[in-house]
């Protein structure tokens, strides 16, 4: 499992006070939203919030793509990787 | 366009003033038209002398006085007929000082289709009647242009394109006399001449013959002001398209059908607040008559305030109604006054300010909610003057930017911003989270409802029934984990405004176990608020809509 990985369930549980959970109970490629972890639309937005400040990437809110950037911890992974990168 | 300006000098009996104007005059090196008014016989010798003198003076002789509309235009039809493609008018008797030719001059070459004229800065020699009678000719003016783009229409000091002028002067007519200079400008005006002004010194010298004949020439200039302002409603439409170079906030896309508006707002601006008031009867009158959606939703509102106890003289019936619908109006005149800046401190009590100006020095802003009860608009320009607190307006509009455009435009200070929502998202959550962090305020009215159908809606209880309130303002004041606080501003009997603000919540959090509960619970907190205010203040409730009908409406008309 890669760091940025690691960084995000982290960031995730951290920005979302998901209690009881710990990274190692977020599979990779688990859904985040709706089943798998269950979250919901104002997750996306705080979790969009602090992937932005924290990575320094703008979303814009029409794009489409956003909801495959988000589906999951590996989906986000490639999305952060691929602006760090440019 | 070529530039080849020559002087045209009309003269009704002035030759002993234009000796001296023409020395002046010499010093520009251009050639000079000079058109005897049919100036009596001794006059009229005495200018054959100087032409004779001065090879670059040319004299044309109207055989009778015509008045010095006729002498001009004769004067700038043999100008044209020489080929010269400009003409600057300067009066005989001294009034203007050849000294501002140059820079004239300069402002034509500059602009070669637009009219340049002096506007007078006037000396301590006016007589005050002829002062008081040029304003209101000013205030005709405006009226007639719907524009202040007109600084000055009395001077006959200018620099006249011959084209657009001469072929204006093939179709309508203008007035001859004294009511000349006014109407030939307005014309101009009208017909896309752009009019520019050049600051110019007028002298009346002692002892000056002036020819301005009271009673005849006020009823001239009375006669033309008529015409003008029947010209200008008959324009209206192409007035109000902005085909000229307006500079005014009405002149925007949006502006769309509530001209009339408008129109009361000049009159408001030309008048005051007293006369604009009066007008406002007729018109919400009109708009009582043939509104039949607004007049319903008034009274279904009314009844439900009256049925709890609200603050109503009686039961609601037509006169209640119609009075309801005039505070929307006058809200409407306000807000537009605001917008100009003309509303201020002493319009407004600002009650427990101290609140913001704590929450400010924390150094973490606020999310304030508000709504459409009360005229909150009229803080925007309260905000800039109290030390610098910084209120942005969320709003769903995609006109956002129009609107700050126009604010600013009337408002240089405006220290808010508007900040359009209606795509939310990640990205404008952050620019919030950035203006809390700096200490700013961020305005939100959470009693309409967005257009949209993927909004998230609640129910709370509201005057008696369940009414639906939109989700999204608690939903962002919780992202944006900072305090929250309720604001209005209403109307008091005595004419100002007051400004009252309250905590709403320390936080607002949405816990993920509980989360439509705790949404449900900080949406019926802020229905009971908004309650007391209905309560309160009825007649300044501005959703003009079912409110109990759960569709969305946050495009209603506000004022």
Known sequence: MSDLAQ?????????????????????????????????????????????????????????????EHFASVSALRRFIESHQAG | MAFRPCLVVPCYNHSRQLRDTLAALAATGLPCLLVDDGSDSDNARALEALADEHDWLELARLQRNRGKGVAVIHGMRLAASRGYTHALQIDADGQHDPADIPALLEAARAEPEALISGRPRYGDDIPRARLYGRYLTHAMVWLQTLSFS???????????????????????????????????MVRLYWQGTPVRFVDTRVVYPPGGVSHFAVLADNLRITAMHTRLVLGMLWRLPRLLRG???????????????????????QIYRLLGSRVI????????????????????????????????????????????????????????VDRLACWQGRLRHEHMRFHNQRLLLDQRDSGQGAVILTSHLGNMEMTRGLMTDIEFIKLNALVYTRNAAHINDIIRRNNPRAGSDIIDIAHFGPQTALVLDEKIRRAEFIAIAADRTPPGQQSRLMPA???????????????????????????????????????????????INLSRARREADLAGWIQQYADELQQLALRAPLQWFNFYDFWAGTGHEEAPEP
Request: with cysteine.
């Open chain 2, 150 to 184: 007109i600084k000055d229409s009395m001077c006959g000091f200018r620099v006249y394109p011959l084209a657009p002028t001469l072929a204006l002067l093939e179709r309508s007519r203008v007035g001859r006399r004294m009511d000349f200079d006014t109407e030939i």
């Open chain 2, 461 to 507: 209880r509201f005057l008696g029934e369940e009414a639906l309130f939109p989700a999204g303002p608690f939903i962002v004041a919780s992202l944006l984990h900072c305090p929250v606080y309720f604001m209005s501003c209403i109307k008091h009997d005595d004419g100002i405004y007051d400004i009252e603000v309250k905590p709403f919540a320390e936080r």
């Open chain 1, 7 to 67: 960084e995000i369930k982290e960031l995730i549980i951290d920005c979302l006070d998901l209690e009881d959970i710990t990274p190692d109970d977020i599979g990779d490629d688990d859904p985040l939203f709706v089943d798998g972890l269950g979250l919901d639309s104002i997750d996306a937005l705080e979790l969009g919030m602090n992937i932005q400040k924290k990575y320094n990437i703008k979303l814009d809110a029409n794009d489409e793509a956003n909801k």
């Open chain 2, 277 to 332: 008031k009066l007008l406002l009867y007729p018109m919400i009158g009109y708009f009582f008559l043939t509104n039949r959606e607004a007049r319903q939703t008034s009274r279904d509102f009314l009844q439900r305030v009256h049925e709890q106890g609200g603050a109503l003289p009686r039961a609601p019936d037509n006169r209640l109604v119609y009075r309801h619908l005039y505070s929307f109006g006058d809200a409407i």
């Open chain 2, 243 to 265: 085909r000229h170079d307006v500079q005014h906030w009405s002149h925007q896309p949006e502006r769309g059908s509530w001209w009339a508006l408008w129109l009361v707002f």
